[in-house]
């Protein structure tokens, strides 16, 4: 895998446009005199650093240690000790994380050492030399102009531009390009101006520094204005360096072990913070689960309670069809033997159109036929077999013809089978239910959630040194603390009785954090209200658009179900008024373990509360925004805010769980009891001989059961 298949989306884009690019860049294999030969790479002024990194015959982004600075005025002791931090520590460190070390590629007292660190180690960490091609010399090379600093012959790779006036920045984007997604350091050695703009740089990309105290020069002056910020620093390059850089002291007398240590922990081979996301991302992705499941289940719930109603209300309706088809029937038989006709509906229109001067029984007499003689059967009940098939709908006129009996008699089976799926909806809705209660995925969900919400929110604080992390040998174990108390939180809980999934993948999770955050760095005051305050008040004026137009939806929707229901009194279908009952209630169980309104109350509350934490930190000045009382107090509003709308909506969510499952027991006891009571009746049969004067008035008994 290249390199370039983890770069950005943008670089991606380009795949075919830098692979023409490269097929331009010289590029060729050099040997010096201590035999050892260094891949390099010479850059026309128009690439790009991110071209440059998919030059590079690198495999997938890997950690980067930048070194910086000089170690020509030190003394012997010095030196030694820094040839064994650098190759005890620094080199072996790379080869266990797979990382790469860059300088200015230049032969100097400090690259020296470190090309000698990795040279000792079988060169089995790529060792990068980033310089302006002018400036230097190497074998085989075309022209070597005068005062040309020859390149250092221990290294692995080079990459050499025009560009004198920014290859520091230029040497920084690099870097982040083969890092990218993976940490990255500064590592500072004495150091003049050089290594201050390169430390600026590193400030600016959000890299920690690691100054090297005991060296001299900038290192042990950075180190010491960290340590001891005064008042006003001249230098506008060295004040933005101690204000937003994250300064880690390691002396040069400190042990091997100790910057091992350190080095592995920045670069994430085993840093608490990576610990701490991985833990919120196994709390996230169970969460998610158990709220999926418990989102399906109260919906299955739900709608099988409305289907069961509009089941009973559809087999109500159609045994009433059929029971009046039936009826209809058997009078036509009375017309047609009264009559010698069997077409009602144009008895019915003549009846309609004339409807004074019309007389069935001197209309029936005009359809005697020859030698023959109308039954003798009052009028009245053949203006009862009118009224009843001119107040029937469309589809008991079909099935009373007879030869649609047929077809009624498979209405009437269906009408059967929805008898006994109105049986089995009560069951399935009492096992979800017992399902929904006995696995508690709701309960586990609140849990889960709340657990991962309250480790962000500490991952924060972590991230910021506010708080229990000011101190740095401490924080660590805090943090580490408070993982294992939620843990052991969560295993007094219902989560105890799931399986808690691992996660892979990236950290921190995606939409965990803000677009641009990488869940690692260190967070100065400005950067933390950009990627945690800004983004949440973003997150909740959004939720809280969302949640307003769901909720005026539901309520048009309950509104309009009522108005619905009222309508359908009026036109005389009152049965179907249940089913408008139950989308209401539908609808309002909805709202109610979604917490919809209460969500928007809270969603709008914080949003206030961070807006009114925001235009406080705004008001005030340079100098105190600089104390870290006030640095402290931005966080801890902040982080105390976040967790209070959380910790509300997890007790509103305790008490709807609640309600929820005593609503469900009362519903399931009910269900129980309809079903138990319930018999499957069979449509009754009307005969011809059952037909009498009354026989037009149809009944309009129903199943127990609907």
Partial sequence: MNIFDKLPKKFINRKKELQEIQLDIPYKT???????????????????????????????????IMMSGDSHDLDESIQQRLIQLFSRGLARTAINLDAVIMDNGKTSDLTTLIGQSIADRGYKSPLIGVATSTQVSYPEQEENAKGTIPLEPNHTHFV?????????????????????????????VGGEEEARAEALQAVRMGWPIVTITGTGKLADEIAELSQNPPDFIPNPELAEIIADGQIIQFSVKGDVKELDRLIYRQLGGDNTLKLAWQQFAIYDKNATRQQ?????????????????TAIALLQATLDLQVQQSRTISVNRSIVKNACFDDDLKKIIQKYNADNEKFNIETF??????????MTNIPVETLENVLKLYKESNFIVQYLSKTDNLIKASYVEMFIVFLQWVIVAIPIIITLLVGIANHFSNGQKWIWLRSSAENLKSEIFRYRTKTGDYHNDKEREIKIAEIVKQLNSHLMQTEVKMSAMKNYVGNLPPQYSVAENDDGFTMLSPERYIKMRLEDQLSYYQNKTTKLEHQWTVLQW?????????TLLAARGFELWIALTTGLVAAFTTYLGYNQVEERLTKYNQAAINLTNILNWWTALSTSEQMKQDNIDKLISSTETSLGSEFNEWVNQMQETMVALKEQEEKSKDEDKASSSSSEVAQPAKTTKQDSSINSATVSTSHPDNC
């Fill in 292 to 308: 999926k499941w418990f989102h399906r289940l109260q919906f299955l719930i739900i709608l099988f309670a409305v289907l069961g």
């Fill in 557 to 565: 929707s309950i509104y309009g179900l009522g108005g619905v229901g």
């Fill in 160 to 188: 050499l531009v025009d560009d004198d006036k920014h290859i520091i920045k230029f040497k920084y984007r690099l870097g982040a390009a083969m890092s990218y997604q993976k940490a990255a350091i500064m590592i500072l």
């Fill in 364 to 373: 029936c007499k005009r359809k005697v036929p020859e030698g023959k003689e």
């Fill in 30 to 64: 050099i040997s010096f005199p201590n035999k050892h030969s260094a891949e390099l790479i010479k850059l026309p002024s128009d690439i790009t650093p991110e071209h440059a990194a998919f030059k590079l015959p690198l495999t997938t982004p890997r950690s980067v």
